[in-house]
Structure formats: C-alpha cells, structure tokens
C-alpha cells in the first residue's frame, strides 16, 4: 500500500501554504481580520497600560460647551488656548479640528488663530483624507499643505503595492491656517470588524506621500530636520537614527494603553479659566481635540466603543517617543512562519502516532500552548506573534493526517477483513485468526491432546456413477454444509474435507475437557442432520445415503506440512490413524458412530458429557488394522442383533 509515501506530504500542505503566505505578507483578508481579533484579545488579558507623561490632552468637552458657548467653538477660543499653551513652555501642540471653512466675525477669528499658531512656531493642525469619492471635497490639496508631504521617500528593490488605497480627496484647513502651522493628516483606516488597530503612517496624494499627525509631531518634539525623515514604502519611516517598522501598507500597530482617559486628559474649561497650574503642560505635546457628547470623531479599541480621536493620536505619539509600539508582524515573519511550520509539522506527527482523539486533545493543547505563550509575550515584551496561522496550520496538520491515518486503517482493516474470510474459506475460523495474528511464515509445531472425528458417505462412489458431475458436486457440497455447521456449532473445526469424507478436530486451538463430549454431540447432529437429509432425497426420488464416523483421542502433533513452497496446517499422529480406522470398522460393526473407550472416558469424565454418551453401547474388543493390541470400542446407535 502506497498510501504513507504519497500522503506524507498532504498534511503539510495547508502548514506550507500558510508559512509562504506569512513569509510573502500575503495572508488574504479574512485570515488577518482573524488574527487582529485575537489581538484584541490579548489586550484585555493585558489591561490597560499607564502612558509616559510625555503627551496630554485638552478636550472640548461638555463643561466647555455649557461654559463657553455651542459647537464649534469659537477660533478665537482655541487662539486663546493655543496661546496659553505656549506660555506655558509645551514642546509641541497639535490641533486635531478641521478648520475648512471660515469663521464670520469682527475681529476675523480665523486671523487670530492663524496669529497664534504662528506665534507659538510649535503648532500643528489637521487635515483629513476623505477615500469615498461621493464624500470628497478638494481634488488638488492647496499649495500650504506641499510642504507638508515627506521631503524624502525611498522606494522598495521589488515594486509593490504599498499604502491604502489612494484617497479621492480631503478636507483641508484654511490656506491662513495651514500656512501659520504644521499640517499633517489625521485620518483613520478602520479594520473591518470597525475597530481601531493601526496609525496610518503615510498616505499618497497625487505625487507626494503625507506624515500622520503623530509621525511628524514625534519629529518635532525630536527636533529632526525633515530631511532626516525618510519614509521607506512597504517597510516603515526613519525618525533620525530610529526606524519605526510598519507592514507593507504602512501601518503602524497601535499598543493601545486603555478606555478614555487613560492619557493625561484636562479640560479646555480648565485652560481657558487658568485653573491649571503653572508648568503643566511645559515639554509636552498637548493635543486639542472634542470629547462633548455628540461632536469629535471617536473609534472602537480593545478597551472602549468610543475612544476619542485625539487620545488615539495621543497614544501613538507616546508609543513612538517611548518606544512601546507593539514588535509589529513583519519584523517577527521569521518566528511566526517558524511556528506554523512547528505547528503543522508537529500537529501531523500526532495524528499519524495517536487516536484521533488523543491527537485532537493533544492538538488542542498544542494551539492553547502557543496561543498562551502569545499573549505573555505581548503583553510582557510587545511581540505580536501570529496566532490565527499556526493554529490553523496545526488543526490541518491533525485533521488531515487523521484522516489519513483512519483511511490507511481501514484500508487495512478491510484487506486484513478480507485476507481473513479468504483464510477462512481454507481454514477453519480459529487457525485463520491465529495465521492472521502471526507475524510468523507458519504456526509453530506443538503436541496437543485432541479428540479427532472421521467422517465418510457409505456407497457415495456408487452413488456418484448415476449422477452428472454438476449433481455429483452439488450433492457433496450440501453435505459438506452439514459436516461444516455440525463440527462448528460443538467448537471443532474442520481439518480437511476428502473427497467423500472429512476429518474435524476438536482441541486444537484451545484444549478443554470438554473436547470429547463435544465431539461425540457433533456426531450425533451430523447423524441427524443426514436423517433429514435422507428424507429429503427419498421424497425427490433420489437414492439415500449413509454416513460412516469414526472417534479417538490422544495426543497429536500440530504444525505445517508440505514442501516448501505449499503447505497444509493440520494435525498428525496416533489417534488420527486410530479414528480413521473407527470409521472404516463401522461397517463391520453395525454402527453408524464408533467411539474408542478414550473418548468415552473422556466425555464422562467432563461436566457436560452425560447426555453426549447416551445411547453408546460397548462392543467387543476389536483389532484394527496396524495395531497390535485390540481397541475398546463404543458404538452409536446399538447395532441390530444377530
């Protein structure tokens, strides 16, 4: 069977497939959608994180509305505050609103805010991309936001894609406000589950690629010269001497630190009141944004449904000031591609050695073995180790070697099935099942006592001249039938059918003490068997037969004989010879069963022998043929009297 050779690798296939997949970075969607649920995962297992202080939040929130005025708030507010935050010695701050269109007022509001910004020489604002083109707003960026885009841009040795899809336009800040700050894109890509998971690093527009607000926030606290800002498609964006790692499309995994207001968070209210003390935000980045009920933008994360978009921007910045951005998969492609081959192979291994169910359990033990390592490592050292792949790798690596292990065995079961009916048809059912449980060429030779039953048709040779072969054949095979089902049903077995004869054997698997007494109720219901056998020819008109049984017990020798390429496994010795002779001397005596004095001894001398011996009737003592001393005989049914 050839099946092991050409299935060997069947189970390794899926494990392959999925380790040149994750090698490419090529997994297909509903595969990475499955691994970002088990990152969420392992968030919550994690908990939340405390952030490095380095970044703060100011927020519109519902107490700035109720104090200050309705949404949006006023420019010359967030002038104020911009103002206030700048006094106060922050490093960076960010505005995370869209000021795309004018604010009417006298003083102009939107002047005044294009002032401060300027003043401050450390602000930014936001511009957002828009990727539903039925949304879009401006096709050409304004000529503010060229400066904006990466100065240097390294593309990869093997072109690929890279990004998200080109966006069909954006909503730009006012040209006085974009001139008097920093701007850089805050837009969001959503995984499909809706949840946030990724910084867009870098998105083209037209010719030129554009930071995220936290890259180019981190350059500028850094104080890195925009030059030394490199961003390498497909692989990530040098910050200096620091390479921060994206995947192909350049996203940066978000280590997310927990539910709203985790990040240092105080209230617009608060600044604008000068209720915050002196140096509260000095070295910081402080971002602006809205968290007021009904207004701001705000994402589902691992902690919350509803985390505001400024704390997201926030925690990015911490994460790439302080280095704690998850170890993000490309840079583990080695350990996770590694792991799926460990998981498949290993997965296989164990359904082709166990049971299904044991290979399942210790399948499953396997995944949750990995799948616990995972989450320590993450949430211990930041490694996102690929979960989803290894499993799946593993459970088809079980599933699939299982499955050729129950094929080949039932494929064994089935010939070893068949190999023993055909034994069966040659040997009785015990040495059948005794040369199918040998590893052996043959049975080794024993010496056992056996009872041994001759059996022959009285006159069949007669018989056999007036009948066609065809009906000749038919006749024999009907009473081989009856010989078969009468030494079977009493535990004999049937050595070898001749010609119009048989020889059975009762002992020869298992010995018991009950052989005899078996033998001799085999007799009788083949004896009777042939009765109504008889009645049967006599009533279609055919010529009766008899039957002529011989009995005698004693050791024999059990093994293989033959030449040396076909064998007989049969049993030879004294009482074979003796119970041939029994039979053969029937005639002479009158009997239809002849019995040695052994035989009866020994059915009498067993627990069920009573009822086997009844009706035999001692005879003479009678010389057999090749024997020199005469035999105790014991005939079945009493021969008529003379």
């Known amino acids: 069977m050839r099946l092991p050779g050409r299935w060997l690798l069947l189970p390794l296939a899926i494990p392959l497939v999925l380790a040149l997949l994750r090698l490419t970075d090529a997994e297909p969607a509903p595969l990475q959608d499955l691994e970002a649920q088990t990152l969420t995962l392992r968030y919550r297992l994690r908990g939340p994180l405390e952030p490095s202080g380095a970044v703060s939040l100011v927020m519109i929130d519902d107490r700035t509305l109720a104090e200050y005025g309705r949404w949006p708030l006023s420019r010359r507010l967030i002038a104020d505050a911009v103002r206030r935050l700048t006094a106060d010695g922050v490093a960076v701050v960010a505005v995370d609103l869209l000021f795309a269109e004018r604010e009417h007022g006298i003083p102009d509001p939107d002047a005044e805010l294009a002032e401060a910004l300027a003043a401050s020489s450390r602000a930014m604002v936001g511009f957002a991309f828009l990727f539903d083109p039925e949304r879009a707003v401006s096709s050409v960026p304004p000529a503010a936001l060229a400066d904006a885009a990466y100065r240097v841009v390294r593309e990869p040795a093997v072109a690929a894609d890279t990004g998200p899809p080109d966006p069909a336009g954006l909503i730009a800040p006012l040209e006085t406000l974009a001139r008097a700050a920093v701007p850089a894109h805050v837009s969001v890509l959503l995984d499909p589950d809706g949840q946030l998971r990724h910084d867009q690093t870098a998105i083209r527009y037209g010719d030129a690629w554009f930071p995220s607000l936290p890259v180019e926030a981190v350059r500028r606290f850094l104080r890195i010269d925009p030059d030394d800002m490199v961003l390498h498609l497909g692989s990530g964006v040098a910050l200096g001497p620091d390479f921060v790692a994206t995947d192909s499309r350049m996203r940066l995994a978000v280590n997310h630190y927990g539910p709203p207001g985790t990040v240092e968070t105080h209230s617009m209210a608060d600044l604008l009141g000068g209720g915050l003390a002196q140096g509260t935000f000095r070295d910081r980045v402080v971002l602006i944004g809205a968290s007021a009920r009904g207004v701001g933008d705000s994402f589902a994360t691992p902690f919350s449904r509803t985390l505001p978009g400024a704390e997201h921007l926030a925690t990015v910045i911490d994460n790439l000031l302080t280095g704690r951005t998850p170890t993000d998969r490309p840079a583990l492609v080695p350990a996770d591609t590694a792991a799926i081959l460990a998981g498949g192979i290993a997965a296989t291994v164990l359904g082709t050695l166990l049971t299904p169910i044991l290979a399942g359990l210790a399948t499953l033990m396997l995944i949750a073995g990995w799948t616990a390592a995972s989450a320590i490592l993450f949430a211990t050292a930041g490694l996102w180790l690929t979960v989803t792949s290894p499993a799946l790798a593993a459970l088809a690596g079980f599933a699939l070697s ?241």
């Open 402 to 642: 299982s499955a050729r292990r129950t094929l080949i065995g039932d494929r064994a079961r089935r010939l070893a099935e068949r190999q023993r009916h055909n034994l069966m048809r040659y040997f009785s059912p015990e040495i059948a099942e005794r040369l199918m449980n040998t590893n052996a060429p043959g049975l080794d030779d024993r010496v056992q006592t056996c009872t041994i039953l001759f059996i022959d048709l009285v006159g069949f040779t007669g018989v056999n001249e007036r009948l066609s072969p065809n009906e000749a054949m038919d006749l024999l095979r009907g009473f081989y039938r009856l010989v078969e089902s009468a030494v079977l049903d009493h535990g004999g077995i049937v050595d070898k059918f001749m010609g119009d004869g048989a020889m059975a054997v009762f002992g020869i698997i298992t010995p018991s003490p009950d052989d005899a007494a078996d033998a001799l109720k085999a007799a009788r219901a083949l004896a009777s068997a042939m009765d109504t056998l008889n009645a049967e020819l006599e009533a279609a008109g055919l010529t009766t037969l008899k039957i002529a049984m011989g009995l005698h017990i004693g050791p024999v020798l059990i093994g293989d004989t033959g030449g040396t390429r076909q064998f007989t496994y049969t049993v030879t010795g004294d009482p074979v010879n003796v119970a041939s002779r029994l039979q053969h001397i029937t005639r002479e005596l009158g009997v239809v069963i002849a019995a040695s004095d052994a035989v009866i001894e020994a059915a009498r001398s067993s627990g069920g022998g009573g009822g086997a011996v009844e009706g035999f009737v001692e005879l003479p003592l009678t010389s057999l043929r090749g024997r020199e001393r005469p035999v105790g005989i014991w005939g079945w049914p009493a021969p008529p009297a003379d």
